[in-house]
């Protein structure tokens, strides 16, 4: 799988991965959940909001398979703007949102729902994988993001809550944080390997 990064002044340049991006944000977010969220909306088959914006300054992620399929997005925004997770999904923190400029929240963290399940798998730690050597690079120092309490337990074992577990989507979600830990993004690479050569033993 291919990770391809967009920031601010690639987003008009790379139209196509654009259109992908938010046509697949579509079929993710708005199939899920529809639009009776307040942090939804959707026109054309795309899906945007507020944070999309260039004042925001966010930078997205596309993760392509072999074929070139779009399977797997999410967004980053620094916390010195506000953010979703203070607009939107307060309770899930315990006090005052952090704010900072080297703190990015992750947004829109999504993958294709009709993907057989390991490959579902490979396609979120590609997108987890790029995203945090993107911060490395960018010298952002820590990242947030709401996820499923089963992503959290599998997954991103190494951050660390800020709030309650609470429901989301009729699903457990929790509220992370950390710094950017090189030892942290190894492990998920270690797990990305390990789901690569399971693959070539299947085939």
């Known amino acids: 799988?291919?990770?391809t990064i967009l920031p601010p002044e690639l987003?008009?340049?790379r139209g196509h991965d654009m259109v992908d991006y938010h046509r697949l944000r579509h079929d993710i977010f708005v199939a899920l959940s529809g639009l009776g969220r307040q942090d939804l909306y959707s026109a054309?088959?795309?899906e945007t909001d507020i944070w999309d914006l260039s004042f925001f300054k966010p930078v997205h992620f596309l993760v392509r398979d072999?074929?070139?399929?779009?399977?797997?997005v999410g967004r980053m925004t620094s916390s010195s703007f506000p953010t979703m997770m203070e607009t939107h999904y307060p309770e899930f923190v315990d006090?005052?949102?952090p704010k900072q400029e080297t703190l990015w929240e992750v947004q829109r963290?999504?993958?294709?729902?009709?993907?057989p399940k390991?490959?579902?798998?490979r396609a979120l730690l590609t997108l987890l994988t790029g995203m945090l050597r993107w911060c490395q690079d960018a010298g952002v120092e820590q990242v947030m993001l709401l996820t499923f309490e089963g992503i959290y337990r599998k997954r991103l074992t190494k951050m660390r809550p800020m709030g309650p577990v609470g429901t989301h989507l009729n699903f457990p979600h929790i509220a992370l944080i950390n710094e950017i830990q090189e030892e942290a993004i190894l492990e998920i690479e270690e797990q990305l390997h390990a789901l690569q050569v399971v693959e070539q033993k299947v085939a």
């Open 1 to 3: 799988m291919n990770l």
């Open 11 to 13: 987003a008009t340049v």
């Open 44 to 46: 054309a088959g795309w």
């Open 66 to 72: 072999e074929t070139g399929a779009a399977v797997a």
């Open 95 to 97: 006090g005052p949102c």
């Open 109 to 115: 963290l999504g993958v294709r729902l009709d993907l």
């Open 118 to 121: 390991w490959e579902r798998e």
